[in-house]
């Protein structure tokens, strides 16, 4: 059964922090995705990765950056966490083949920043 | 749980009914869509895709249609059960041979006993 597991279901975090959320795919997906998502807005991508150490940005990267040592493995930073990064953080795979490919999420991360 | 969208336009369906779900999308050229389905407190699961050369594609209980002409896609969902109520949403590439995806911002159906 194929599976994207976040390193914690919730977070509460103060202003100025760094912030680690991780995430683990055991599908050996080469694509990797965070989005964090808010009432109203959907789904908004925050960095993706196609393969080891690749990254790109999405629509809303500021204040975050990612990191992808390992293929199983990418991992979303908050540098200085701010309230505004409030949120919840999904992050999701899927294979290198592009089009046609469905994304597979996480049970996401509720961060909360005060 | 935790509420996925405050604000999201609610489809209210009694138990045993069908249910239809719509979504339009806004590029002509998108070949590919998914619809997903979000439980509350829980991840994003895939429930159906259809590429763009089909016009109709029916999985267990779920039907999709997509309307190229007028940039629709519905997900049909029949004897509607509890266990069904969750926030449904569709995706579409950002552009042909991406891997990217827009999502919709979905519709809540609510299961009525």
């Known amino acids: 059964d194929v599976k994207v597991t976040q390193s914690s279901r919730y977070l509460v975090k103060r202003t100025g922090e760094k912030v680690f959320l991780e995430c683990v795919q055991d599908?050996?997906?080469?694509?990797m995705f965070w989005y964090r998502q808010d009432p109203g807005l959907g789904l908004r991508l925050i960095y993706f990765?196609?393969?080891?150490?690749?990254?790109e940005k999405g629509d809303i990267p500021e204040g975050y950056s990612v990191s992808r040592e390992k293929k199983e493995r990418f991992s979303l930073i908050l540098e200085s966490a701010s309230t505004n990064q409030t949120s919840m953080y999904l992050c999701?795979?899927?294979?290198?083949?592009?089009?046609?490919?469905?994304?597979?999420f996480g049970p996401g991360t509720r961060l909360t920043v005060l | 749980g935790e509420s996925v969208g405050l604000h999201l336009p609610t489809l209210s369906v009694q138990e045993g009914d069908n249910s239809i779900i719509n979504c339009a999308y806004s590029?002509?050229?998108?070949?590919?869509f998914i619809w997903y389905k979000q439980e509350s407190g829980k991840g994003p699961q895939f429930i159906i895709d259809?590429?763009?050369?089909?016009d109709k594609r029916q999985g267990q209980r779920v039907t999709v249609l997509l309307n190229k002409t007028v940039k629709h896609l519905s997900l049909q969902i029949a004897a509607t059960q509890p266990g069904d109520s969750a926030v449904y949403f569709c995706?579409?590439?950002?552009?042909?041979?991406?891997?990217?995806?827009?999502f919709g911002t979905g519709t809540r159906l609510k299961v009525l006993a």
């Open positions: 590029n002509s050229a998108s070949d590919y």
């Open positions: 999701a795979s899927s294979r290198g083949t592009p089009g046609g490919n469905e994304q597979f």
């Open positions: 599908m050996d997906h080469e694509n």
């Open positions: 995706a579409e590439p950002v552009a042909s041979g991406t891997y990217k995806y827009i």
């Open positions: 259809i590429r763009s050369n089909m």
């Open positions: 990765s196609y393969d080891v150490k690749m990254k």
